[in-house]
């Protein structure tokens, strides 16, 4: 299975010099050759980048499959363990030995390297992209606030849009990536293609959104901690003992073996689903939390019972339940959005496996069986409990057994889901600000791993008050999808396609980078060129990623409109403070 990309090492990464000079570890070179530039170079010219790409591409398709392995579709969702050593020395043949591209061993030394740290396959990928701990178990709320129609019409469009925004990411990598020049996150992608500014926007987003999802794993293993224990545990504890325990599982530098604890996840979460759908099919839903359902969020006098205490039936909407109350809906629509939400971690994914060519088979496996198994998972739950269903869904059945069984299950889905994003999250942190501004040592040096130790606490607590602040689970969800999750699904793919479609169309035959002399040929500059590289060739798709980016940019300012307004009337009610003991989940006092 794979290591989860390169932040998955210890930090650091084995190419670059960790013990001389004053920039040590950062990848800061005095020399121009590939493997002695800075990590983030901003001299080295697009038309080098694709060149040597390329060359990377034509040497990865040249490999053979080891021992008799295939790439069909079912060694995708159950690979054979991969027994093949990373390469500790190259058989260069005599196109790719050529000297004006490899003029000392140091250069052929950096490629094995490159190598070596590229080990996933395509069903590693499948189960990476399918750990999300969130997707299906926010399903069925968002068909309660959308009605059976908009839903499952809504979900199909983002499932589709968020495969076609893994195939743009794809393409943009595979014209980028190299031995020499390896794209590491999808903040490398934006640098390459748009300068410093964009990386550090992608960045700034990227943690944010890690750092959310630490905080809304805290307040869902806090809920269902407080329901297993019939809220006799003050709820700012139970949310509290989750982050003391990220600040042990913290310590875990290194993820190589996540793959197969990520194959573990997918499995217990199907589990999950199977225990609560079988669970809702014989049993009324869980209408002591009626005030933190769907229908409560929609119109709250769909799940508020009478004087004599008799709760209405269950209801269901052939289209929007309230359309008066379209806020609701988009609130609801933002957890079907947290299904897609891998897309951060493409580009991370795509830099780690041997052939790249075949992440789009993992992908779209990935994203067909979220698209199949959370759809019907979502409208069985939503046609057995109605607008009494609960985000998540497994905290809305009523067995208190069953119920327990469910949440702890999902207690353990979501420490390995906090494992991973708390990794990525420090490290990326770390990596881009304490490395790179501040000159911290890497974290595979032992000053690296003190600082390491102290920052983990120090980030989870963070979270933790993060989640306290924002006790609603599902306006939390709302607005960490629409303002980071919708960006990198939706927003940022279409907008980094499009200037790397506008710089590769633009490169004529007589245009390009010469390694020999390491300058670049362009017979055209500026407005001109661009709007040569628009449109040329794919001028359509160029169309079509500006119409994309737009609709997404719209569509995020309407989440962010429709979860702010919600966190509003949340606010409004007194009894749901942060850092409260009781549970949001009880309704009973």
């Known amino acids: 299975m794979s290591n989860l990309a390169n932040l998955a090492l210890d930090g650091g990464d084995p190419r670059l010099n960790s013990t001389k000079g004053e920039l040590a570890g950062q990848g800061i070179v005095p020399y121009t050759q590939p493997q002695m530039r800075a990590l983030h170079d901003s001299s080295v010219s697009f038309e080098e980048y694709h060149y040597y790409a390329v060359q990377t591409r034509a040497l990865e398709d040249s490999l053979v499959v080891p021992n008799g392995q295939t790439r069909g579709f079912l060694?995708?969702?159950?690979?054979?363990?991969?027994?093949?050593?990373?390469?500790?020395?190259?058989?260069?043949?005599?196109?790719?030995?050529?000297?004006?591209?490899?003029?000392?061993?140091?250069?052929?030394?950096?490629?094995?390297?490159?190598?070596?740290?590229?080990?996933?396959t395509a069903g590693a990928v499948f189960y990476l992209i399918t750990t999300d701990i969130l997707g299906p178990f926010g399903l069925p709320y968002a068909f309660a606030t959308?009605?059976?129609?908009?839903?499952?019409?809504?979900?199909?469009?983002f499932g589709f849009m968020a495969g076609f925004s893994g195939w743009l990411l794809w393409l943009c990598f595979m014209g980028l990536d190299s031995y020499q020049y390896p794209v590491k996150s999808i903040g490398d992608v934006a640098f390459r293609l748009y300068g410093s500014w964009a990386r550090y926007v992608v960045n700034i987003l990227q943690s944010i959104q890690l750092i959310c999802n630490v905080a809304v794993l805290i307040i869902a293993n806090g809920e269902a901690l407080s329901e297993v224990?019939?809220?006799?545990?003050?709820?700012?504890?139970?949310?509290?003992?989750?982050?003391?325990?990220?600040?042990?599982?913290?310590?875990?530098?290194?993820?190589?073996?996540?793959g197969f604890i990520a194959n573990a996840a997918v499995w217990i979460n199907l589990l999950i689903m199977f225990i609560t759908m079988g669970v809702a099919a014989h049993s009324d839903p869980l209408y002591s939390a009626s005030?933190?359902?769907a229908g409560y969020s929609v119109n709250p006098a769909l799940a508020t019972p009478d004087d004599a205490g008799n709760y209405p039936p269950i209801q269901h909407s052939g289209g929007l339940p309230n359309p008066a109350n379209f806020g609701a809906s988009i609130t609801g629509l933002m957890q079907a959005v947290y299904a897609y939400g891998g897309?951060?971690?493409?580009?991370?994914?795509?830099?780690?496996?041997?052939?790249?060519?075949?992440?789009?088979?993992?992908?779209?496996?990935?994203?067909?069986?979220?698209?199949?198994?959370?759809?019907?998972?979502?409208?069985?739950m939503y046609g057995y409990q109605g607008?009494?269903?609960?985000?998540?869904?497994?905290?809305?059945?009523?067995?208190?057994?069953?119920?327990?069984?469910?949440?702890?299950?999902?207690?353990?889905?979501?420490?390995?889901?906090?494992?991973?994003?708390?990794?990525?999250?420090?490290?990326?942190?770390?990596?881009?600000?304490?490395?790179?501004?501040?000159?911290?040592?890497?974290?595979?040096q032992k000053a690296g791993k003190y600082l390491w130790v102290g920052i983990i606490p120090i980030y989870w607590s963070i979270a933790?008050?993060?989640?306290?602040?924002?006790?609603?689970?599902?306006?939390?969800?709302?607005?960490?999808?629409?303002?980071?999750?919708?960006?990198?699904?939706?927003?940022?793919?279409?907008?980094?396609?499009?200037?790397?479609?506008?710089?590769?169309?633009?490169?004529?035959?007589?245009?390009?980078?010469?390694?020999?002399?390491?300058?670049?040929?362009?017979?055209?500059?500026?407005?001109?060129r661009m709007v040569r590289g628009f449109m040329a060739r794919s001028w359509y798709l160029n169309v079509f990623n500006v119409i994309y980016f737009l609709g997404g940019l719209a569509t995020a300012g309407l989440g962010i409109w429709a979860a702010v307004e919600n966190l509003i009337l949340i606010y409004s009610v007194p009894e749901l403070n942060a850092l409260s003991c009781h549970s949001p989940l009880d309704v009973s006092t």
């Open 75 to 120: 060694s995708t969702i159950i690979p054979r363990k991969d027994k093949e050593k990373p390469p500790t020395s190259m058989v260069i043949d005599g196109k790719d030995s050529d000297p004006a591209r490899h003029a000392t061993v140091a250069h052929e030394d950096w490629i094995n390297a490159s190598r070596a740290l590229r080990t996933a």
């Open 146 to 157: 959308t009605g059976w129609g908009p839903g499952v019409a809504l979900y199909t469009v």
């Open 229 to 258: 224990s019939k809220f006799k545990l003050c709820y700012a504890i139970c949310c509290l003992v989750w982050a003391l325990a990220g600040f042990l599982l913290g310590q875990i530098r290194t993820l190589q073996k996540f």
């Open 291 to 293: 005030a933190s359902s």
């Open 343 to 380: 897309a951060m971690l493409f580009i991370e994914f795509m830099s780690e496996m041997k052939r790249p060519h075949d992440f789009v088979k993992g992908m779209w496996g990935a994203q067909f069986f979220i698209y199949v198994c959370y759809m019907l998972y979502g409208l069985f």
């Open 387 to 444: 607008q009494y269903v609960q985000n998540p869904s497994y905290l809305g059945i009523s067995p208190y057994a069953w119920q327990s069984v469910g949440n702890v299950l999902a207690m353990v889905t979501a420490l390995i889901a906090a494992a991973l994003y708390g990794n990525i999250g420090v490290k990326v942190l770390y990596n881009n600000i304490a490395v790179e501004f501040f000159r911290a040592p890497p974290l595979t």
């Open 464 to 528: 933790f008050v993060i989640g306290a602040a924002i006790p609603d689970f599902s306006g939390f969800t709302a607005i960490v999808s629409a303002v980071c999750i919708l960006q990198f699904t939706y927003t940022f793919p279409p907008f980094l396609h499009l200037a790397y479609n506008i710089k590769k169309n633009a490169l004529r035959s007589d245009e390009g980078f010469d390694p020999a002399t390491g300058t670049v040929t362009r017979l055209d500059t500026g407005i001109r």
